[in-house]
C-alpha cells in the first residue's frame, strides 16, 4: 500500500481498498492493516502520500477512513518513527495542497473545538520541531 501512495496510482488504491472491503475483515482490523501500518521506515500509507504530495491519495485513504470509522485524530496525528506527522511532512516538502487539505480535513473533524487543529499545529517531532519549523527552513 505504501508503494502505492509513493508513485500515485490512485486507482489501484482503490481497487485494493475495495478488495479489502470485500475480504470481509474486521472492521478494526482492517484499519490497523490498512490504513495504520507501518513499513520499515516507520511511515504509514497517510505519510507518504502527503510527503510525495499525492493528493487523491490521501483522499482515497481519508474516504476509506471515514468509511471505516477511524478517528481523524489517528491519521492526521500519526506519527512517523521521528515524530513527524504528515503536517511536517507535507510543509517539508512544500506541498501547499495538501497542508490546505490537511487543515480542511482538521476542520472538518472537529466541529466542537480546536483541540485537534492545535494539536496539528503543535505536534512536535523527536527534535522538538513543529511543522512551522520547517516551513521556516524553506524560507532561508
Sequence with gaps: MHIVEQVNHTERLQKLLVWAKKSQQNPNELKKK?????DKYGFIA???AALFGRIHALEALRNQ???LEL???ELLLAQHE???????M????NHV??????WVWAEQAQQISNELKKKLLLAKDKNGCM???YAGFLAI
Aim: net charge neutral; proline share 3%.
Design 90 to 93: 507535507a510543509t517539508q516538502e
Design 82 to 88: 521521528q515524530g513527524l506527522t504528515a503536517l511536517h
Design 71 to 73: 478517528n481523524p485524530h
Design 46 to 48: 497517510w505519510h507518504r
Design 131 to 133: 511543522a512551522q519549523h
Design 65 to 67: 477512513a471515514t468509511e
Design 34 to 38: 490498512l490504513l495504520l501500518a507501518k
Design 97 to 102: 495542497g495538501i497542508l490546505q487539505a490537511l
